[in-house]
């Protein structure tokens, strides 16, 4: 089955610092990346969907010069969290999508990352 | 009020028992999606409907697109089945583009 990783798994910060989170898309090429948060005990909230060669595509909501997201490839889209702040402490995920057959017709299908645990000191 | 709605936000069973998760929702979606998260937060897509029923070992799923309502059933359930069940549902966006809308999830726990 198609599986997406995501790097780090967690990662601890300093207020102030930047961080990147990587999504592969190991087995299939992805034609749109889209990036979640989960706030503890919420459900997920999508922040950006991104297109590979293009700019990303934000929610409501979401500030793109603090979430840069970079689509470099077709098996790969990072967000960088710029100058992270407390209340950016959270779980990010990321999903990959791909253009599935069943023999009677094609659909898009999204593959989930296993998330990455960011706390920001 | 949510877009996509889901019931109970709770679930404590016991083994064996026959589990239903509900979601409802208000908008006009291409399909709808079925989601296990595990407590480390990896997420695990189990199903994807847009009409009728689908069976997946002990699991399955039904959806009324005229009634905009699907249930995720468990059958024998199993304490490995504790997780937070999530229903999602796809809607156009931006052109050919698709987004989920996830609903609040169910959490559900089966005790031994």
């Known amino acids: 089955g198609a599986v997406v990783s995501q790097h780090p798994s967690w990662v601890i910060c300093k207020s102030g610092t930047s961080v990147k989170i990587e999504c592969r898309s190991l087995?299939?090429?992805?034609?749109?990346m889209f990036w979640y948060r989960q706030f503890p005990k919420q459900s997920l909230m999508l922040m950006a969907t991104?297109?590979?060669?293009?700019?990303?595509?934000?929610e409501q909501g979401v500030e793109k010069d603090k979430f840069l997201i970079n689509h470099a490839s077709l098996t790969l889209s990072t967000l960088t969290v710029t100058s992270a702040h407390p209340e950016d402490s959270s779980f990010y995920i990321c999903?990959?999508?791909?253009?599935?057959?069943?023999?009677?017709?094609?659909?898009?299908?999204?593959?989930f990352g296993p998330g990455t645990r960011l706390t920001v000191l | 009020k949510n877009e996509v709605e889901q019931s109970p936000q709770n679930l404590t069973a016991q083994e064996g028992e026959f589990i239903t998760i509900n979601c409802s929702y208000s908008?006009?979606?291409?399909?709808l999606h079925w989601l296990q998260q595990h407590p480390g937060g990896g997420i695990v897509s189990l199903f994807m409907?847009?009409?009728g029923k689908k069976k997946h070992g002990r699991l399955i799923a039904t959806i009324n697109i005229q009634e905009k309502h699907s249930s995720l059933h468990i059958t024998a359930s199993h304490p490995r089945d504790s997780a937070v069940y999530i229903c999602?549902?796809?809607?156009?966006?931006?052109?050919?583009?698709?987004?989920?809308?996830f609903g609040t999830g169910t959490l559900l726990a089966v005790q031994p």
């Open positions: 999903s990959a999508s791909t253009l599935l057959a069943d023999g009677r017709s094609s659909y898009n299908e999204q593959f």
């Open positions: 087995d299939f090429q992805a034609t749109t």
């Open positions: 991104s297109n590979e060669g293009s700019k990303a595509t934000y």
């Open positions: 908008v006009g979606i291409s399909a």
């Open positions: 409907l847009s009409s």
């Open positions: 999602a549902v796809r809607v156009r966006y931006g052109g050919a583009t698709n987004k989920l809308i």
